[in-house]
């Protein structure tokens, strides 16, 4: 398990999907999840870097990533989320900033990937809600993916890459969609 979570980080960091402390990931596994620790960079992982976590909350959550308790929510709402990753992809967040409520990729693969990615807005100041908010967003939607207003992006699926190819494709859209919108000459 340790070979995936160093190639899924790698691949966020080297992609500047997430910068030197930033992001996090987990597993569901049978009995409980695997989550890197908090504060921890997502290059180059290892096997001290990830904690595995019960569903309910104990001492060992206190060296999981901050963001430990909208993983668990995730996990013990939506059976289908085997693997969550969190980044914070620049185009993506400042998108976000700027705004937007919904981002739809002009490009063919993000179409293909993503079809519309929606922005929530969780405020800084009352954090505490996102675990709720993030939830409920993928328990009414049919979305496996959610930008959470100048914070980041939170997206699951059946493994990490799978959830880590979500994040990549959204920030490559953006990327274009800033570029259009924001390269023109009127």
């Known amino acids: ?32 999840v695997w989550i890197t620790k908090s504060g921890r960079s997502l290059y180059n992982l290892r096997g001290k870097d990830i904690v595995k976590i019960g569903f309910e909350r104990d001492i060992r ?35 976000s900033l700027l705004d937007f409520k919904t981002i739809e990729p002009l490009d063919y693969e993000g179409f293909l990937f993503l079809k519309t990615v929606d922005v929530i807005d969780v405020p800084y100041n009352m954090w505490k809600r996102a675990k709720d908010a993030i939830t409920e967003y993928f328990k009414n939607s049919d979305k496996t993916i959610v930008v959470a207003k100048g914070h980041g992006v939170f997206a699951y699926s059946d493994t990490l890459f799978k959830a880590a190819q979500l994040i990549s494709a959204l920030e490559n859209s953006s990327k274009l969609l800033l570029g259009v919108n924001y390269g023109r000459k009127d």
């Open 1 to 32: 398990m340790i070979g995936e979570f160093r190639r899924v980080g790698n691949l966020l960091f080297l992609s500047h999907l997430v910068d030197i402390s930033s992001g996090n990931m987990s597993v569901r596994v049978k009995d409980g």
């Open 61 to 95: 959550w206190d060296a999981a990533s901050s963001e430990v308790e909208i993983h668990i929510n995730i996990y013990n709402n939506i059976p289908e989320a085997k693997a969550i990753v969190h980044a914070h992809p620049e185009s993506a967040v400042l998108l």
